[in-house]
């Protein structure tokens, strides 16, 4: 088996360099060629990305979710898609949470080496895609405007802090949200998407699957912090939507949307879920249980 091994010495929250001989010596353990690439920018990620789609069976690498992001922009379109190995490295690891990857990096490895491949849910927003979570209005800028030099200093403390701060700022989104067949009025501090049950460090949902086919839109009624109590301590007053397809329509002035902790300079969007698009590796126990919760989803179609 054949695979590639990106890295970047910029992002992510651990010091990857000085792993790179534990990291090397344990995939040769698994693959008879292995060919690893430091990349200093996205132009150099991507052109990994593409030899790997070309000429290997498995893409690692190394990150944060905005790594995870950049990874699947670059292969989801392409004919031949790798396997993927991922190693956490960023400050809160939400889309790693959901195979159980841990930030220990011997754990990482020991999943890609003696593990099995899972499928996962991917959705795209316009013409980019995203791995697990869309967001606009408060506390959707705190991934991508809190400072680099913060977040190794302190890891999701950097989060926290700016979520503070927000609590005072006011902020409404208002437009229009159509799927299922209805349409619906939108009327919030904050809109969130999302695919999986993490995010922010924390579980949101844990129905909320990653393979379901499906994702979720969480619509928080305004209140006292920008809705944030009603956010966490009364779930009712958070409208919750299942879908796999829908659209927003500003009619208000457009704040900026946050994909996957990245900022996106989008306004209106069309978001569509491609179900089981990729595949990652994890544990053998937990690929198994979320080819059952594949299983199931398919037939409840």
């Known amino acids: 088996m ?3 091994f990106v890295y970047s010495v910029l992002s992510g929250f651990i010091n990857i360099t000085r792993f790179i001989p534990l990291i090397e010596r344990k995939l040769k353990e698994k693959f008879s060629e292995l060919k690893i690439i430091e990349t200093k920018n996205e132009e150099e990620l ?3 990305c593409l030899l790997a789609c070309k000429e290997y069976e498995y893409l690692i690498f190394v990150g944060g979710d905005g790594a995870v992001n950049s990874v699947i922009n670059n292969i989801a379109n392409q004919e031949k898609k790798p ?3 991922y190693i956490p490295g960023g400050t809160t690891n939400d889309f790693a949470k959901n195979f159980k990857l841990s930030r220990s990096i011997r754990s990482a490895l020991k999943k890609i080496i003696k593990g099995a491949p899972a499928p996962f849910d991917i959705f795209k927003v316009n013409n980019k895609y995203v791995a697990y979570v869309l967001a606009c209005g408060a506390f959707s800028e705190i991934s991508y405007t809190a400072k680099r030099k913060t977040k190794k200093a302190v890891g999701p403390l950097a989060y926290y802090l ?3 701060r927000d609590v005072f700022i006011p902020r409404r989104v208002i437009g229009k949200l159509s799927c299922n067949g209805k349409s619906y009025d939108v009327n919030t501090p904050f809109l969130l998407v999302l695919n999986g049950n993490h995010v922010g460090g924390f579980y949101l949902n ?4 990653i393979n379901d086919g499906k994702f979720n839109i969480y619509i928080t009624k305004p209140g006292v912090f920008n809705g944030l109590l009603h956010y966490l301590f009364f779930k009712m007053k958070t409208v ?3 879908t796999d397809h829908f659209t927003f329509t500003f009619l208000s002035k457009p704040t900026p949307w946050c994909i996957d902790g990245e900022l996106a300079n989008m306004e209106n969007v069309e978001v569509k879920c ?3 698009h990729l595949k990652i590796m994890t544990s053998k126990r937990m690929a198994k249980k979320l080819y059952s919760q594949q299983a199931v989803a398919v037939e409840q179609k």
């Open 2 to 4: 054949k695979a590639i």
């Open 46 to 48: 991507k052109e990994a």
């Open 83 to 85: 396997i993927l190995g």
């Open 162 to 164: 700016l979520a503070m």
């Open 206 to 209: 844990f129905k909320n699957k």
């Open 240 to 242: 919750k939507i299942q």
């Open 274 to 276: 491609y179900p089981a």
